[in-house]
């Protein structure tokens, strides 16, 4: 694959990664309540979010509430939230700066060196996005996983699962990190470069030479 092909795939799936985790962020589904055990409620499912909390009645109707207070939620999810906000500041600034970096783009053609290293910044960019969203992801599956097991006199039924938004928010950083780490793969040898520098200016100074 050549290195513009490389760049341009990178920032694709960079760019879904940021989406996808946008998406993540927004939606209430990151803990759902769990439909296990031997009596299944289903008349209503509970979803909660990192902003908002949701009742979805098997009729169709879905009633959400936004989290009333800031300082009155709990510590993983004020972390969690941090963390989203973050990831989304910083990919969103990696689709600015990759933009500029990129082969197929005009900005910055006569210095081929620095745009090159302006794409590896917005891989950089990119892959610190996916962290971010990874750490935040991880950390809210991992206290749903320790609620579900250490509430042992509660029924199962009454407790919460997995959420959707956690499988897409895995699914982002991954895309994020994976794009961003082909970005940072664009960057060409310094040698190289000034090496092609030298080869292509050769012709053009004994042309001026031989010329009458």
């Known amino acids: 694959m050549g ?16 989406v996808a985790g946008l998406a993540a962020a927004v939606l209430p589904q990151w803990r759902q309540s769990s439909y296990a055990g031997d009596a299944i409620i289903t008349a209503v499912g509970l979803h909660e979010g990192l902003w908002m909390s949701c009742a979805a009645q098997s009729t169709g109707q879905v009633q959400c509430r936004l989290h009333d207070s800031l300082l009155s939620l709990e510590v993983h999810i004020q972390t969690c939230r941090a963390l989203m906000v973050i990831s989304l500041l910083l990919g969103f600034f990696g689709i600015i700066v990759s933009v500029v970096g990129m082969k197929c783009t005009k900005v910055g053609e006569e210095d081929p060196v620095t745009k090159s290293r302006i794409a590896v910044a917005g891989g950089v960019l990119f892959v610190l996005s996916g962290l971010c969203t990874l750490a935040a992801v991880s950390l809210y599956a991992t206290q749903v996983t ?64 031989t010329e009458p």
């Open 3 to 18: 290195g513009g092909a490389r760049e341009l795939a990178g920032y694709l799936a960079a760019l879904a990664g940021w």
């Open 146 to 209: 320790y609620e579900f097991f250490r509430e042992s006199t509660i029924p199962i039924h009454t407790r919460y699962e997995f959420g959707s938004a956690l499988f897409v928010g895995w699914g982002a950083a991954s895309l994020s990190m994976l794009g961003g780490s082909l970005l940072c793969c664009s960057c060409p040898a310094k040698e190289h470069r000034g090496q092609q520098y030298h080869q292509q200016s050769q012709p053009s100074t004994a042309r001026e030479w």
